[in-house]
């Protein structure tokens, strides 16, 4: 999550809530103009990415929304990323507890940036 990303650097607090500021807009976005699917999914993800703590166990919010992100997406690498959040390997890094484990918050907010953008794209394609 964005809290522990920015854990070791308590100086860029401001970073960290303008990264927090950033998720709820997207979530917002997907929300007023998206799919209700894509809305949970978006609620899912950014919740997990903006929560004080999460765990292991926390990470099983991203089964559902990757899921419903694999079979609502028309963007294949959206598809990718999603289907890269349903593999063991990711979870395998949050249990490494590395500066390997910074890919998963970054996957899932590649994820939720890319549901926004996905969403305002299509909602310009409609009008």
């Known amino acids: 999550n964005r809290h522990g990303a920015f854990a070791d650097w308590p100086s860029l607090e401001p970073l960290q809530w303008l990264g927090t500021a950033g998720v709820v807009a997207a979530v917002?976005?997907?929300?007023?103009?998206?799919?209700?699917?894509?809305?949970?999914?978006?609620t899912l993800a950014g919740g997990l990415l903006v929560?004080?703590?999460?765990?292991?166990?926390?990470?099983?919010?991203?089964?559902?929304a990757a899921l419903i992100v694999v079979t609502q997406t028309r963007w294949r690498w959206l598809r990718l990323v999603a289907l890269l959040l349903l593999t063991p390997v990711t979870?395998?890094?949050?249990?490494?507890?590395?500066?390997?484990?910074?890919?998963?918050?970054a996957a899932v907010l590649l994820l939720v940036a890319a549901m926004a953008l996905e969403t305002a794209s299509s909602r310009r394609r409609s009008s």
Do not use: K, M, N
């Open 28 to 42: 917002w976005r997907i929300a007023r103009w998206g799919s209700f699917e894509y809305a949970v999914a978006a």
């Open 91 to 105: 979870y395998f890094l949050v249990l490494l507890q590395s500066t390997w484990s910074a890919l998963v918050p």
């Open 51 to 64: 929560s004080y703590h999460a765990y292991l166990p926390d990470c099983s919010l991203l089964l559902p």
